[in-house]
């Protein structure tokens, strides 16, 4: 059953502290990808894969950082430099071929305090 | 700049009734588009997709309409149901940035039983 996992689904975290959300898939897609979505809003681009070891920023990288090591992983780190970082956060991946849907996980929500 | 943005933040129908979401976007360039149902604390599903070559495609009781002309995008719903109650978003996609997928701010649809 091919899908995308995103752990643990909730987070919570005393602010200064670097927090690594976790997003694996078994689709054998090429590119991956981190949204962060606010309450009433759509989905901001963090940053984005579209091969391994290699990796863009989206729109709203500051204070983030992320790697892609497997092909299988894009784990995203929220770091003490994300000025605002509660949210709910979203990874996604596709084929990479370009006009093709994007699959989502059930995301994580991260509260920091 | 690009953006994709919705008329209505929120739309009540009655069950049983038909359903019309509409979104309007401002990139000439995209011709790729996607509209997705996400459903409180999970992550965004795939509904329906076109290609700009198209003015209309259906599924299973959906239907998406393309005015290339006026730069507008809409899902129609038939037999709105109450599981049909979700946010939805459209989003695009351009040639020229296949790697990136703009989102529209949403729309709640709640359906009263």
């Known amino acids: 059953d091919g899908g995308i996992t995103q752990s643990p689904k909730y987070l919570f975290r005393k602010e200064g502290q670097n927090v690594t959300l976790s997003c694996e898939q078994n689709?054998?897609?090429?590119?991956m990808y981190w949204y962060r979505q606010d309450p009433g809003q759509g989905l901001r681009l963090i940053y984005y894969s579209q091969i391994v070891n290699d990796f863009q920023k989206g729109d709203i990288a500051e204070g983030y950082s992320v790697s892609r090591e497997k092909k299988e992983s894009f784990p995203l780190t929220v770091t003490s430099a994300q000025k605002n970082p509660t949210a709910f956060y979203l990874c996604?991946?596709?084929?990479?071929?370009?006009?093709?849907?994007?699959?989502f996980g059930n995301g994580t929500r991260l509260t920091v305090t | 700049g690009e953006s994709v943005g919705l008329h209505l933040p929120t739309l009540s129908v009655q069950e049983g009734d038909n359903s019309i979401i509409n979104c309007a976007y401002s990139?000439?360039?995209?011709?790729?588009f996607i509209w997705y149902k996400q459903e409180s604390g999970k992550g965004p599903q795939f509904i329906i997709d076109i290609r700009s070559n198209m003015d209309k495609r259906q599924g299973q009781r959906v239907t998406v309409l393309l005015n290339k002309t006026v730069k507008h995008l809409s899902l129609q719903i038939a037999a709105t149901q109450p599981g049909d109650s979700a946010v939805y978003f459209c989003a695009e996609n351009s040639k020229t940035s296949y790697d990136k997928v703009i989102f529209g701010p949403g729309t709640s649809l709640s359906v009263i039983p």
């Open positions: 689709l054998n897609h090429d590119a």
């Open positions: 990139n000439s360039a995209s011709d790729y």
């Open positions: 996604a991946s596709s084929p990479g071929t370009g006009g093709s849907p994007l699959h």
